[in-house]
T-cell receptor
Framework: QSALTQPRSVSGSPGQSVTISCTGT?????????VSWYQQHPGKAPKLMIY???KRPSGVPDRFSGSKSGNTASLTISGLQAEDEADYYC???????????FGGGTKLTVL | QVQLQESGPGLVKPSETLSLTCAVS?????????WGWIRQPPGKGLEWIGS?????????SPSLKSRVTISVDTSKNQFSLKLTSVTAADTAVYYC???FGSGWAFDYWGQGTLVTVSS
C-alpha cells in the first residue's frame, strides 16, 4: 500500500490562505470519513490538527479547517502566521487490513 | 494532562530485536483508549507500525506484521514494542501515541526516541 499523495511543498505569505491536498483511493480517504492531519515542527513530535475530516481538537485555532471530496482530502490554513511553517501530514483509516496510512508530508513555507 | 514517554536502547545491532517501552502518565491505560507506535526515518515521513486496543487486540502494519509485537502492562501503565530481525532500514525516530475514536486519530504523542541500527 503506497502512502497517500501530498505535494512536497507549498508556500504563502502571512495573512494569506493555503490548501494542502491529500489524495488516496476509495479504500482509504474515499471510503471513510476518518482523515486526520498533523503538524510537525523540526525536531518535535507531530501534533493533531484535524480529525474525522473536519473536526478540530480543543486548542487548535479555527484558522485550520479540513474537508474531503471523493478520494482527496484537504487542509486549509487561513490567515497564515509565521508559526504555521512546518511539515504537515495527512492520515487515513484504510480498512481492516492496512488500518492506518500516512501521506508523504508537505513542507509549508511562510514567505 | 496525558503524557507519554518512550524509553529503550538508542543503538541496536542488525538482526537483533528492537525493544521500546512507552510510559503513560496522567491517564490510566486500563481506563480505555487505544495505543500505537509510529516511526519516522531520518528526513522522511511518518509510518504507522501498529496499535493495541484497550481490549488487548492488536493491529499491525502489513509490511511489518511478521516482525512486530505490541503489548500492554496495565500494572505499570505502559505499553511496549518489539521489532525483530532489524536492519538499517529500521533506523528511525520511534513515537508512541494515544488514539481515539473509530478513526484512529492520534491525539497525544511521546517526544520520540531515535533508534539506530548499526553494528
Amino acid at each position: 500500500q503506497s502512502a497517500l499523495t501530498q505535494p512536497r511543498s507549498v508556500s504563502g505569505s502571512p495573512g494569506q490562505s493555503v490548501t494542502i491536498s491529500c489524495t488516496g483511493t476509495s479504500s482509504d480517504v474515499g471510503g471513510y470519513n476518518y482523515v486526520s492531519w498533523y503538524q510537525q515542527h523540526p525536531g518535535k513530535a507531530p501534533k493533531l490538527m484535524i480529525y474525522d475530516v473536519n473536526k478540530r481538537p480543543s486548542g487548535v485555532p479555527d484558522r485550520f479547517s479540513g474537508s474531503k471530496s471523493g478520494n482527496t482530502a484537504s487542509l486549509t490554513i487561513s490567515g497564515l502566521q509565521a508559526e504555521d511553517e512546518a511539515d504537515y501530514y495527512c492520515c487515513s483509516y484504510a480498512g481492516s487490513y492496512i488500518y492506518v496510512i500516512f501521506g508523504g508530508g508537505t513542507k509549508l513555507t511562510v514567505l | 494532562q496525558v503524557q507519554l514517554q518512550e524509553s529503550g536502547p538508542g543503538l541496536v545491532k542488525p538482526s537483533e530485536t528492537l525493544s521500546l517501552t512507552c510510559a503513560v502518565s496522567g491517564y490510566s491505560i486500563s481506563s480505555g483508549s487505544d495505543w500505537g507506535w509510529i516511526r519516522q526515518p531520518p528526513g522522511k515521513g511518518l509510518e504507522w507500525i501498529g496499535s493495541i486496543y484497550q481490549s488487548g487486540s492488536t493491529y499491525y502494519s502489513p509490511s511489518l506484521k511478521s516482525r512486530v509485537t505490541i503489548s500492554v502492562d496495565t500494572s505499570k501503565n505502559q505499553f511496549s514494542l518489539k521489532l525483530t530481525s532489524v536492519t538499517a532500514a529500521d533506523t528511525a525516530v520511534y513515537y508512541c501515541a494515544r488514539s481515539f475514536g473509530s478513526g484512529w486519530a492520534f491525539d497525544y504523542w511521546g517526544q520520540g526516541t531515535l533508534v539506530t541500527v548499526s553494528s
